[in-house]
């Protein structure tokens, strides 16, 4: 197995294929909650992002607005998933993507070059603001624009799905 890419080894990936960006490196955030602090630093849409699983084994990264409510009760339905969604363990997530949990990207397809995980992208983030993802681990931020964000997700084999993500019922948990 090819060992997954350093941030930098990322970083320069994008160089390479023409793609701009803008790195902050900052303190380690594991929690859209401690990302908060950031704001008004970066600008553009802050992420949130879940790896997920569905009964029969398939892989879903799911990014979204940080401030979206997702229903994950309901999530399998508009993903076309077998069954109700969990998270992935973090074994699964550090084999799959090579990130560890607080580090989970959409950047981190780069390492599934098995074609295993499905990256799904919360509509609400294609309005044309910029996107802002971790580079493979939390003490950084790469501000990319949405075409360039949608290229390289393209280039490394991972077609979006661009989907309107559930929200809860008022007064269930999301």
């Known amino acids: 197995m090819t060992a997954p890419l350093t941030p930098d080894e990322l970083c320069s990936h994008l160089a390479t ?12 955030v594991f929690t ?31 990014s979204a607005l940080e401030s979206t409510r997702i229903d994950l009760k309901r999530l399998h339905q508009t993903l076309g998933a077998s069954g109700r969604l969990s998270f992935g363990s973090a074994e699964l997530l550090e084999e799959k993507l090579g990130v560890t949990p607080g580090s989970v990207t959409a950047f981190a397809v780069i390492n599934d070059r098995a074609g295993d995980v499905t990256i799904v992208l919360d ?47 008022d007064g269930q948990n999301d």
């Not at 993802?133 to 799905?161: C, K």
């Open 17 to 28: 294929q023409g793609i701009p960006f803008h790195r902050l490196d900052h303190e380690a």
């Open 123 to 169: 509509a609400n983030l294609m309005s044309g603001e910029a996107m802002n993802f971790h580079p493979l681990i939390n003490t950084a931020t790469l501000r990319i624009a949405r075409d360039d964000m949608l290229g390289f997700l393209r280039s490394t084999g991972h077609e979006p799905l661009i989907v309107d993500l559930p929200a809860p019922v």
């Open 32 to 62: 859209v909650a401690e990302s908060k602090s950031l704001r008004g630093t970066i600008d553009g849409h802050h992420t949130k992002n879940l790896f997920l699983k569905d009964k029969k084994g398939r892989l879903f990264l799911v």
